[in-house]
């Protein structure tokens, strides 16, 4: 039996929600599947994702072919480099910690670069809202000058003049 990894389709109109899923290559899109691997959620900023990576090294040492999508999805969360430390192991290239060690030396680089991706967003963010709150300020200030009434102050002479004849 041909098993794909893909992705399936959840969600509504306009909002997709998706499910990495192993199914049979001949199963509908939607359809039956034979595990759940995890989701991808396109509509954040970065998307978000959660995959079982060691079901799905499992699902590729078994000889599931993943979809080009899958596949970046898998590349991304580090599921293909641990498919390929795994195979280092088996052929005695090198030990089962050192494998360890470098998928999460990758792991932790990838957080790093993930959050600094977060942070610059929340900091874009940011600076556009105070941008926008001082153009606001700016305009509500015009309009309360405009609608201001303007008083024209006399003279000093003319009022003191008026003061003694009272």
Do not use: C
């Not at 963010?125 to 008083?151: G, H, Q, S, T």
């Amino acid at each position: 039996m041909p098993v794909k990894i893909r992705l399936q389709r959840h969600g509504k109109k306009g909002k997709p929600f998706y499910w990495i899923v192993a199914a049979d290559s001949r199963a509908k899109r939607d359809g039956k599947y034979l595990e759940k691997l995890g989701t991808y959620n396109p509509n954040t900023n970065p998307a978000s994702i959660d995959l079982n990576v060691d079901g799905a090294v499992t699902w590729l040492q078994n000889g599931a072919q993943p979809t080009d999508t899958a596949k970046a999805i898998l590349s991304y969360k580090g599921a293909l480099l641990k498919n390929h430390l795994v195979g280092g192991v088996r052929k005695g290239a090198l030990t089962e910690e050192q494998a360890e060690a470098k998928f999460q030396a990758w792991v932790d680089a990838k957080a790093a670069k993930v959050g600094a991706k977060t942070d610059g967003l929340a900091q874009a963010e940011a600076d556009a809202k105070a941008k926008a709150l001082e153009a606001e300020k700016a305009a509500n200030e015009a309009r309360i000058a405009a609608k201001a009434p303007v008083v024209e102050e006399a003279p000093a002479e003319e009022v003191e003049a008026s003061n003694e004849e009272e």
